[in-house]
């Protein structure tokens, strides 16, 4: 896991490294069990997207991570160095999942990036870009077979 050093394209905002090494810190351990953590870096009023789904507002995505955490075996991300515009971060990631219900609980690892607007020392915006089909669709068992066969085709 890499913390706070940030390649800074715009004036200081003194909050922004400490809130990225808590978010980059309670990603590496959140768990189904500790849900109740995420008003330590997230606002009340956060929007959060990725690939899969738009929350709006802290009670919202805590039930959509508790959603998504509910079958993880573990989860654990190396983040590169952010880039960071005054409140704003885009921090590159790949994240090491083992899932009960993706490719047999075994490990796969899919690279994504965090774009964030941090205000008042929380995380206010959070959209995640990935490839879904990477995450998920390629490690289904009968789905994954056609869809790698129409990459490799189209590759």
């Known amino acids: ?10 004036a200081a905002n003194l909050a922004v490294p400490a809130t990225l090494d ?3 810190a309670l990603f590496n351990e959140l768990d189904k069990d ?3 953590r995420l008003p330590e870096i997230y606002s009340d009023d956060v929007r959060f997207q990725d690939p899969l789904g738009s929350v709006q507002g802290l009670d919202e995505l805590t039930h959509y991570f508790n959603a998504a955490y509910a079958n993880a075996i573990s989860c654990q991300f190396e983040f590169a160095d952010p880039v960071v515009d005054d409140q704003r971060v885009a921090i590159p990631w790949v994240m090491h999942l083992r899932h009960k219900r993706i490719n047999r609980g075994r490990e796969i690892a899919v690279q994504g990036i965090s774009h ?3 205000r ?3 995380v206010c915006y959070h959209r995640d870009y990935f490839d879904a089909g990477q995450l998920l669709y390629e ?5 994954g077979k056609v869809i790698r066969w129409v990459k490799g085709y189209a590759g």
């Open 1 to 10: 896991m890499r913390t706070a050093s940030a390649v800074d394209m715009g």
């Open 34 to 36: 500790n849900m109740h």
């Open 120 to 122: 008042d020392s929380k």
């Open 22 to 24: 808590r978010f980059t």
């Open 139 to 143: 490690n289904l068992p009968m789905v």
């Open 116 to 118: 964030l607007t941090i």
